[in-house]
T-cell receptor, first 113, second 114 residues
Framework: GENVEQHPSTLSVQEGDSAVIKCTYS??????FPWYKQELGKRPQLIID?????GEKKDQRIAVTLNKTAKHFSLHITETQPEDSAVYFC????????????FGKGTKLSVKP | NAGVTQTPKFQVLKTGQSMTLQCAQD?????MYWYRQDPGMGLRLIYY???????DKGEVPNGYNVSRLNKREFSLRLESAAPSQTSVYFC?????????????FGNGTRLTVT
């Protein structure tokens, strides 16, 4: 089955800097890659997603890139703000009629004012 | 439009006790899910339901049962709780199947088994 590895597990940046979180996946059939943000004590919420027919997607300060050959995808946050502090989870959908969405273990991002 | 509603928010059980976690969604989604979240482990799928009356095991189904009562409701039952089931449980729903489209999560249930 699919295995998703996420790095780093913790990340600390200064306000205004950029943050990058990387995930690798094992199953070349995986075709959907969402990112979820979870603030302390809250529910996970989708912030951006990408499908395998697209190499990059951007939404204001957030972007996701996908390299299917290398089987990795990354979340990029520019001009970080204190409210970006949260745990971020990547995930990969295995594809097919019996596939499941497999999550990485999360990255705790701290943005220091 | 409440989205996904879970009850209870908190629960403490003794080993061997049983309980049911309730979940309801008002977005007319066919797909519903139960996940557990443990520190450093991410979110792991317990059970998935594609429609009323159908359920599939996920990554960690042992010790749990589920029931998809109708399109809106998907419950998770612990028949004999164990300390290893101490976790935060999230219900979710989606328009597409099996996690291939955005998931909408409930607020979670924090369960402690002593």
């Amino acid at each position: 089955g699919e295995n998703v590895e996420q790095h780093p597990s913790t990340l600390s940046v200064q306000e205004g800097d950029s943050a990058v979180i990387k995930c690798t996946y094992s199953d070349s059939a995986s075709n959907y890659f969402p990112w979820y943000k979870q603030e302390l004590g809250k529910r996970p919420q989708l912030i951006i997603d990408i499908r395998s027919n697209v190499g990059e997607k951007k939404d204001q300060r957030i972007a996701v890139t996908l390299n299917k050959t290398a089987k990795h995808f990354s979340l990029h946050i520019t001009e970080t703000q204190p409210e970006d502090s949260a745990v971020y989870f990547c995930a990969a959908f295995e594809g097919g009629s019996q596939g499941n969405l497999i999550f990485g273990k999360g990255t705790k991002l701290s943005v220091k004012p | 439009n409440a989205g996904v509603t879970q009850t209870p928010k908190f629960q403490v059980l003794k080993t061997g006790q049983s309980m049911t976690l309730q979940c309801a969604q008002d977005m007319n989604h066919n797909s519903m899910y139960w996940y557990r979240q443990d520190p450093g482990m991410g979110l792991r799928l317990i059970y998935y339901s594609a429609s009323e009356g159908t359920t599939d095991k996920g990554e960690v189904p042992n010790g749990y049962n589920v029931s998809r009562l109708n399109k809106r409701e998907f419950s998770l039952r612990l028949e004999s709780a164990a300390p290893s089931q101490t976790s935060v449980y999230f219900c979710a729903s989606s328009e597409g199947g099996r996690g291939a489209s955005p998931l909408h999560f409930g607020n979670g249930t924090r369960l402690t088994v002593t």
